[in-house]
């Protein structure tokens, strides 16, 4: 651990050598705030199914609170099988769902085209991860940039940045620095 990383909020970001590379998507504060903007564009007291994978669904509760907040219907479905996606979208034409909340999960992001055809052929507006998942043909999306994520990662910075010297990280000479 860099020396410079000493309280809480930076203790926890990887580093690479005195460079900080603060790595984090917030998933259970973004799964809301995108529950929020889909919530934007139905009816008041609609029903929104909130889409996720068993293996990877984080802060259902604050989503479940977002929910209760903007006076909608939520109804879950878990999918962590190409079969269980379009149960899934089965599951929603049956409740009436006037929408679709895609949680956070590398499995879901990985099976996007499938879901932008269901939601299509549904008629429902879905909401997604990351930007590229507009970008590749979904309604709309909230959450930081994927591809800046990984351009910003440790693993790339190594690859494409020198170790830095003492004169570009001044704070390797103290010890007790508090950044």
Sequence with gaps: MSTAATS???SAMPTVACRSFPVSFLPSILNAKRLELLAGLLPKGRAVLNLG??????GMQSVEAAGRSLGLVLHAAYASTP???DAA?????KLRVAGINVLNSPFLYGNRARMFELAANSKLPAIYQWPEAARDGGLM???PSLTAMNRHSPASSRASSPAPSQATCPSSSRRNSSW
């Design 53 to 58: 994978d068993p293996t990877s669904v984080i």
């Design 89 to 93: 979208f089965v599951s929603a034409r």
């Design 8 to 10: 809480w909020s930076t």
């Design 83 to 85: 079969a269980e996606i």
């Design 141 to 143: 999306s909230y959450g």
